[in-house]
């Protein structure tokens, strides 16, 4: 990941701000919290703040199942992490897998790669989505 913190701007620090909110979302539903606070930034500012952020380490991003990127403020330090996501809710967790880096450090040395980067996510349904699931399907008689 580059160490180079981008130039914090006043959009850069009003993005900041509505990303302290918490959660994954998408650049478009950040975009939206923004004007609600009304912030002026555009959607074009948004998405390269967002890339410059991710670049960084501040900002995490997951991908969906449908390909759409999702942005939160980082929890963890800013180094090389991944994630457990909840389809249902979105909530996520942090996940420290050391066999993975070693994994792909190897693939990438048994091809002659060096420098290996990778992304892994992981996707479930969190504890309390199954909870909420089960207690409707108990209420319904389904």
């Given amino acids: 990941?580059?160490?180079?913190?981008?130039?914090?701007t006043?959009?850069?620090t009003a993005l900041l701000a509505v990303l302290s909110q918490g959660g994954f979302r998408s650049a478009q539903e950040w975009h939206e919290r923004l004007r609600h606070s009304g912030s002026t930034v555009g959607l074009a500012t948004v998405y390269r703040a967002l890339q410059a952020l991710t670049e960084s380490g501040e900002v995490d991003t997951v991908l969906t199942t449908s390909g759409e990127a999702l942005y939160r403020l980082c929890e963890a330090s800013h180094t090389h992490h991944h994630h457990l996501r909840c389809r249902s809710?979105?909530?996520?967790?942090?996940?420290d897998i050391p066999s993975i880096e070693a994994w792909a450090?190897?693939?990438?040395?048994d091809h002659g790669y060096g420098a290996v980067e990778h992304i892994v996510e992981l996707t479930g349904i969190c504890s309390q989505c199954t909870a909420e699931?089960?207690?409707d399907r108990t209420r319904t008689g389904n």
């Fill in 133 to 135: 699931e089960a207690a």
């Fill in 10 to 12: 006043k959009q850069r």
């Fill in 105 to 109: 450090t190897q693939v990438g040395a």
């Fill in 89 to 95: 809710c979105g909530a996520a967790e942090d996940i």
């Fill in 1 to 8: 990941m580059n160490e180079v913190k981008p130039r914090l």
